[in-house]
């Protein structure tokens, strides 16, 4: 199948339109009209090669919502014009135990990532959202439900599981005191499933700037990083604490923020970071932890929240051509909402 992307041909490239084919169907496989595509900080890293080299031309995005085009021979989950969507992960080895487990995002085989990495079966390199079409197999495409607003759904793909995986594993509920770092898309989808949990959340943030953004979605205030009277003042406050920061920090900063048996979760910065205080863990039994997106099931799982909840990411709608303004302003930090294209404005013949 033709379609067309917007991809990057070499690491802090812009990224420019792009026609390549996605493949003919196998009997398992979805293809999916995309409609609406997130833009995650992780395309930003990748495109730039900040985690190892990449291929190249690499069409990144996998935050994906669209409707099922036609389907494979086997497929029984979906039909032609329903609204489905494709998150961070398009296979796995389907056979070992966290795969059985629903924990495919650690596979013991390695999953397959939306974009930028080898099909299990062809070899060819995965592409992602920031594109018209998309052929995943059935296990890994997701349904949305009826209650979601489709234009504003896509971020839960990633945004939305990689927050929501956390809070669940670390028992988030009624009357939890969570701290959030960073307020950006993943950190917005944070605060808003936190506070659907009955949490009592706080926004740790660079400045004041986005204080009115952290109210509006139901934060209690902003702790602000920097204000060491403050930070000194909220020391031993925080039941769960969840790191978005993306770029190499020194977490040392935080942990002294949580109360005995408390946990602080990373999953922004992948690498090293930088010193690390270790009494802050050894004086109050605190934990330091990391989290991989989530499952398919638990993926399925947040949606359904969602739906149930009401709670819809905060989306700012581009077109495809304002990629690279919106990959500047997460470099930046400074947007509290994510940015998502309306793949609708993009022809295959543009
Ligand atoms: P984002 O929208 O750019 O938000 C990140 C936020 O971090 C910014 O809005 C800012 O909030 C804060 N920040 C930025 N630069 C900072 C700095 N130098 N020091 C301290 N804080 C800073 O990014 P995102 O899409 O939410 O992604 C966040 C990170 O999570 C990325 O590294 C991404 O790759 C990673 N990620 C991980 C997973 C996983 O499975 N673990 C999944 C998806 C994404 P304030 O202005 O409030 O300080
Ligand atoms: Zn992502």
């Not at 009401?310 to 581009?318: E, F, L, S, Y």
């Amino acid at each position: 199948m033709k379609t067309i992307g917007y991809a990057a041909h070499s690491p802090d490239a812009n990224m420019v339109p792009y026609h390549f084919e996605r493949r003919a169907l196998r009997a398992n496989d979805i293809a999916i009209e995309i409609l609406y595509s997130g833009i995650c900080h992780s395309d930003l890293h990748t495109v730039n090669g900040d985690w190892g080299d990449q291929s190249y031309p690499l069409v990144p995005g996998h935050e994906i919502v669209g409707r099922v085009l036609e389907v494979g021979s086997d497929v029984t989950k979906y039909k032609v014009g329903e609204n489905v969507a494709v998150g961070c992960m398009v296979d796995s080895c389907q056979d070992c135990d966290q795969c059985h487990n629903h924990e495919e995002q650690y596979c013991r085989n390695g999953m397959t990532p939306t974009y930028g990495s080898p099909d299990r079966i062809s070899g060819e390199i995965t592409q992602g959202g920031y594109s018209k079409h998309i052929v995943v197999r059935e296990e890994f495409v997701l349904g949305v439900p009826d209650a979601l607003d489709l234009a504003k759904a896509a971020p839960i793909l990633c945004a939305g599981i990689t927050t929501f995986s956390p809070l669940r594993t670390w028992d988030v509920k009624e009357g939890s005191r969570v701290g959030v770092i960073g307020l950006g898309g993943l950190g917005h989808m944070a605060v808003k499933l936190a506070v659907a949990m009955g949490a009592e959340v706080t926004v740790i943030s660079r400045s004041n700037d986005k204080e009115e953004d952290a109210k509006a979605i139901g934060a209690k205030g902003i702790l602000v990083s920097k204000d060491e009277d403050a930070m000194n003042a909220a020391a031993a406050s925080f039941d769960f604490i969840l790191d978005t920061v993306p770029v190499q920090h020194d977490v040392s900063v935080y942990t002294p923020l949580l109360d005995v048996d408390g946990t602080l979760t990373i999953v922004g910065q992948v690498g090293p970071m930088d010193g690390f205080m270790s009494w802050p863990l050894i004086g109050g039994r605190r934990r330091v932890a990391g989290s991989l997106i989530g499952g398919i099931k638990e993926t399925q799982d947040v949606l359904d929240f969602c739906a149930e909840h009401n709670i819809h990411p905060d989306c700012k709608m581009i077109e495809a051509a304002e990629v690279n303004d919106a990959f500047a302003h997460l470099a930046k930090g400074d947007v509290a909402h994510r940015f998502v294209i309306d793949m609708t404005k993009l022809s295959v013949d543009g």
